[in-house]
């Protein structure tokens, strides 16, 4: 037996760091992808808030010109 084959057991240990590797990445991405994620729907929210709060400021100011008495011109 050489000293450069591996046993089954040393094949079995190495494959199952490999497994264990990849799973470790992968799990790392995936929390990557849901920070981006999470982040994302928050900014859209935030910007959705300041959208309704800009039209809501608009329609009232709208409806406060609309319902000012105009004043009479000069004769």
Partial sequence: ?????KTSGDQAESLFSKTRTQ???L???ISERDAV???REAKTARLR????EK?????AAALA???MPKRAGKR
Avoid: G, K
């Avoid at 037996?1 to 084959?5: G, H, I, K, P, Y």
């Avoid at 808030?49 to 309704?52: H, K, M």
């Fill in 23 to 25: 799973s470790m990445s």
């Fill in 1 to 5: 037996m050489s000293l450069t084959s």
């Fill in 55 to 59: 039209e809501a400021d608009e329609r």
């Fill in 37 to 39: 994620s999470d982040a």
């Fill in 49 to 52: 808030e300041l959208r309704l």
């Fill in 65 to 67: 010109q609309t319902s």
């Fill in 27 to 29: 799990n790392r991405i």
